[in-house]
């Protein structure tokens, strides 16, 4: 890989607050806040020195339960700068998820929110770690999760137990920059820095490693397939916590300089107000974002000449929204991506120069430096162009593996080195990939990767639930929708509203399934198995996008 970037994270940041000092780098309109790269870089060292001071270590695993607020930004590089793994935490996550997460990554420290939506996070933490709440608020101690150590309140009043974000500089005054840079120099690039929990066809959720260098490249290529340059100001409501936000948003911007303008939680107003006010240049979404703002009663009132690309991406992506956001949101050089989080997690990628009928109905070629094959899903082979089979990936992108899941990362990648996606995808003699469907028994829900096995563990759990089959169905609004099939023990009855209320709180709301049947027995046909959808799946005409597992 001849051109690859070969930083840390911390050493990337420090690289480009020197290049482009005074260049915007983080910027919320809403909050009137905004730091440029000198600015931002000096406060992520400063929040370093405070982990250090709280006892953080190189290798020490930390986990983020936040929305877009600007300390999120702001920990990716200082826990970074110091070695500690970055655990991204989904923000639907209820209490037996958060519980999950933490227990299996070994994290050593939470920060967190209040809450998000109908999550109070404050009180679900107290739910998860009981004796947080007689806890002195520099060292816990907690039965089920022997290796939480701190509990970090991303505001200034901290709820009983726990620290306030804003002591965490204070705390750093007393380390010196001597302390600081000694640790900075003994990081590597390979080492593993992010951490991203993917659900997976074998029930629970897999702890995905990233390292340095995997991120930082993708990033960078993905702003090159945008043009970006330190010019560029990127709109981002997309989660942080998914690599659509972290990579695909704060990872390209700072590796080419570029302003990011982030949307706490994505609102179409929000992101129509932000794209006038910082003329951005970009913008990223998935489908149901873009067509909220497309149809938004305000949309002709917001001023959006200045935008010119982005990214579409997470679920499969219309062609008829593709073209209104070409024509309507003036992003003539919008393009799409495909990927999943094992893979950085972008794998291939529209160009802005591509003709318009491969930016919308192909999920676009390799990234530079990445290979990209299509294998016979029975014999392994390699196929030729224009044959359906399963996309293979290898390169700089692959994960390190999954945490402490030996065996499921060497179902992921082979011998080889190659990674296999459990897609199934056509590509043609230039390379350009159509995604026709998925070997794997997931659904996607509006850009959200839902697994039927997860859901099916945990609605076993109901005491009158005898068996279960969780399967996706045609949606117009999300695209699919979660279906379960519930047979009940002999003798019980129960409503759908029973079963949909066993889930609140406990599973993340997107999981809930959305429509409850009851059934007396499973059809056991050829093509309708245990573990198969008992639906027929309807193949898509529209270009597939990025596919985050």
Known sequence: ??????????????????????????????RGLRYNY?????????VAKGLLKLGVKKGDHLSLWATNVPEWVVLQFATAK??????????????????YVLDQSDSTMLFLVQGFKDTDYVETVYTVVPELKEASSDRL???????????????????????????????????????????????????????????????????????????????????????????????????FFHCF???????????????????????????????????????????????????????????????????????PCPIEVMKRVIRDMNCSDITIAYGQTEASPVITQTRTDDPIELRVATVGRALPDVEVKIVDIETGESLPPGKQGELCSRGYLVMKGYYKMAEETARAIDGEGWLHTGDLAVMDENGYCKITGRIKNMIIRGGENIYPREIEEFLYTHPKVSDVQVYGVPDQKFGEQVMAAVKLKEGDSATEEEIKAFCQGRIANYKIPYYVKFVDEYPMTASSARGASPTTRFPTTSSSSMSTR
């Open 1 to 30: 890989m001849a051109d690859a970037l070969h930083f840390t994270m911390g050493a990337l940041l420090e690289d480009i607050a020197s290049r482009f000092s005074e260049n915007d780098a983080l910027v919320y309109p809403d």
């Open 38 to 46: 000198r600015e931002f870089n000096a406060l992520c060292d400063r």
């Open 82 to 99: 110091i070695g500690a793994v970055l655990v991204t935490v989904n923000t639907s996550y209820k209490s037996t998820e958060l519980e």
């Open 141 to 239: 101690s907690c039965e089920k999760l022997p290796f939480l150590k701190n509990v970090i309140f991303l505001g200034s009043e901290a709820p009983a137990g726990m620290l306030a974000y804003s002591e965490l500089e204070k705390l750093g005054e007393s380390v010196s920059d001597a302390e600081l840079a000694a640790v900075k120099a003994t990081l590597d690039e390979h080492e593993v820095i992010n951490m991203q929990y993917t659900s997976g066809t074998t029930g629970f959720p897999k702890g995905v490693m990233l390292t340095h260098h995997n991120i930082i490249n993708n990033g960078f290529n993905i702003g090159e397939c945008m043009k970006f340059t330190d010019q560029d100001r990127l709109c981002i409501p997309v989660p």
């Open 245 to 315: 936000g972290c990579v695909l948003g704060v990872l390209a911007c700072v590796t080419h300089g570029s302003t990011m303008v982030p949307v706490e939680t994505f609102n179409p107003e929000e992101v129509l107000q932000a794209i006038e006010a910082e003329k951005c240049t970009a913008v990223h979404g998935v489908p149901t974002m873009f067509i909220a703002e497309l149809e938004h009663p305000n949309f002709r009132r917001y001023d959006l000449s200045s935008l010119r690309t982005g990214i579409m991406a997470g679920s």
